[in-house]
């Protein structure tokens, strides 16, 4: 009940394409759905979240699209570019806790 | 731009022996956070920490595992007897407020080898 599961766990794009990772969950209580990047070397960093009361979020080129119903999210990433080349967990939490619980990564290559 | 820090990068350990991870979350957060990420495995929760208490732990955090802020800057992981299967990256994070909504700063971690 606690898990997130993420799919695929490779992803090679052509530069300019659209990147979309999907993240499952079944634990209803989650509230917040953060997306982490993470380079080599480095710690994940915060990309983009969102919460349960809106189907879709945009920063920039990054698009989270969430559906409560089916318990899934994902983020999209339009125009790739090879900087975008990372993995990228999604993540999900409790209003009650600051636990994140994590997917298992997805690896992004963005080739040029 | 304020970052955690994280020291060392990586430390090699023989089983049994003691290990302190350090790191230093950016000074005006109030909430720290341990996690741990085994090779190729997904990050994992270790254990949240408040106001000098533990706040939340996971099933991972047992009696091996302690945390401390000796200081007004450090936040210490001590595992009191090594494992193989401690061997990790483990990311330290802080947070300027609790609660799920707010985000957690990650360091760059220390990778754990146990030998």
């Known amino acids: 009940q606690q898990q997130v599961k993420q799919s695929p766990q490779s992803l090679i794009v052509q530069k300019g394409g659209i990147s979309i990772i999907n993240c499952a969950y079944e634990n209803t209580a989650f509230d917040y759905f953060p997306w982490y990047q993470q380079f080599p070397g480095k710690g994940p960093a915060l990309l983009i979240a969102i919460r349960p009361d809106v189907s879709e979020k945009k920063e920039g080129r990054f698009t989270i699209s969430f559906n409560k119903s089916a318990k899934q999210f994902s983020l999209h990433i339009m125009d790739s570019q090879p900087g975008d080349s990372a993995t990228y967990f999604c993540?999900?939490?409790?209003?009650?806790?600051?636990?994140?619980?994590f997917g298992t990564g997805t690896r992004l290559q963005v080739f040029p | 731009e304020p970052e955690v820090t994280q020291t060392p990068s990586h430390q090699v350990t023989q089983m049994g022996q003691e290990v302190i991870l350090r790191c230093v979350p950016i000074?005006?957060?109030?909430?720290f956070y341990w996690y741990r990420q085994i090779l190729g495995q997904k990050v994992e929760f270790l254990v949240s920490f408040y106001n000098n208490e533990i706040s939340e732990k996971s099933e991972i955090f047992d009696d091996q595992f302690s945390v401390e802020r000796p200081d007004g800057s450090n936040f210490t992981l001590k595992i009191r007897s090594t494992k193989l299967e401690d061997s990790a990256m483990y990311f330290c994070a802080s947070s300027e407020l609790a609660g799920s909504y707010n985000e957690q700063f990650f360091g760059p971690g220390t990778r754990l080898t146990v030998l």
């Open positions: 000074s005006n957060h109030l909430y």
């Open positions: 993540a999900a939490s409790k209003g009650d806790t600051d636990k994140l619980i």
